[in-house]
DNA sequence: AAGAACATCAACCGCTTGTAC
DNA sequence: CGTACAAGCGGTTGATGTTCT
């Protein structure tokens, strides 16, 4: 049995909205604020279907969006969320006030895959370009490299060379767990979950302090442990705890080796639940992992 | 000046996620 | 626990504007 569709479509404009509609739907959210799309267009006056005029309102109407061209800052903004989110437009618009998902999207599409092609950048990878297809997998060493994330971006298999760096699923979050890291970008744009965001989420003083440190630094540092390294196929032997790529739990815990940077120059800041810190490598445990 | 080619972006569509029952 | 529904998300489309030939 099918669902129902949201709206009649046979009742419903489609296509450009006109001034009027627009009036009507600020008038309707403005008396009655926004939310329960599907009755609003009824209740509103118009024969839009409600997806419509979420749409509308969101991409187009709301009084707190910023129009206009991107500044520079914002394009750099976009391309470093980008390399850590992946095609997150909602989280990446989350952290570009006054932009809307939809405009970052448009505005990557059509801009910024241009400029890190123009820059011999791969857009979807943040890799060079020349090395994209280059499968390599040699593994970076287990060294506590700031650019470890750029090192793991630039080489072309993720599995193979950050077996262990988990992507965690949201079931993670609700016990309590440190996200520890994605793969890659290409993770990121692979997985349907919300790791990142997870990640950004779990840095619980961190807007507060991005107002601190205005020199937002997003790059992801991540670090592979000194000792064997499990394989891709141990992802099987969780799967209802990671995503992909995981390690069996007690693994991980006397294994992974990460230190999550995110928005902050200096490690000092850094909110990752650490219970040790050794040449600024900070080496994750949680509960979960024990467990 | 006209039409083709390209660029832009608002809007749509289908799928996923969250949640109430 | 399963189902249905509402909302949200990301990919894609198509109308419109701009530039090129």
């Known amino acids: ?115 890190l092609l123009s820059r011999g950048l791969d857009p979807q990878t943040h890799r060079p370009l020349n090395s994209a297809t280059n499968s390599s997998t040699t593994t970076p060493s287990t060294t506590n490299t700031t650019n470890a994330y750029s090192d793991a971006l630039n080489s072309s298999s993720p599995a193979a060379v950050l077996p262990e760096i988990v992507a965690i699923n949201k079931t993670a979050d609700k016990k309590g767990t440190t996200i520890i890291g994605a793969n890659s970008a290409e993770e990121a744009h692979s997985s349907s979950g919300t790791t990142e965001e997870e990640l950004l989420k779990h840095q619980p003083q961190q807007q507060q302090q991005e107002q601190n440190y205005p020199e937002l630094n997003l790059e992801l540092s991540i670090s592979l442990p000194s000792q064997s390294t499990p394989t891709a196929n141990t992802a099987e032997s969780k799967p209802q705890q990671f995503s992909i790529f995981a390690a069996p739990a007690p693994m991980i815990a006397q294994t992974i080796c990460v230190c999550c940077r995110l928005g902050f120059q200096s490690s000092q800041n850094c909110n990752c639940q650490t219970t040790m810190i050794t040449n600024g490598v900070h080496i994750l445990q949680t509960s979960r992992f024990i467990d």
Do not use: V
């Open 1 to 115: 049995m099918g669902r129902s569709p949201c709206c009649e479509k046979a009742h419903t404009n489609k296509g450009a909205w006109t001034k009027e509609e627009d009036q009507r739907l600020i008038n309707y959210i403005r008396t009655h604020g926004e939310g329960c799309w599907r009755s609003l267009p009824k209740a509103a006056g118009l024969l839009r279907c409600g997806k419509s005029c979420r749409l509308r309102w969101i991409n187009y109407l709301r009084p707190d969006l910023k129009r206009g061209n991107f500044t520079e800052e914002e394009d750099e903004l976009i391309i470093k969320l980008h390399s850590l989110l992946g095609n997150k437009w909602s989280l990446i618009a989350g952290r570009l006030p006054g932009r809307t998902d939809n405009e970052i999207k448009n505005y990557w599409n059509t801009h910024i895959k241009r400029k």
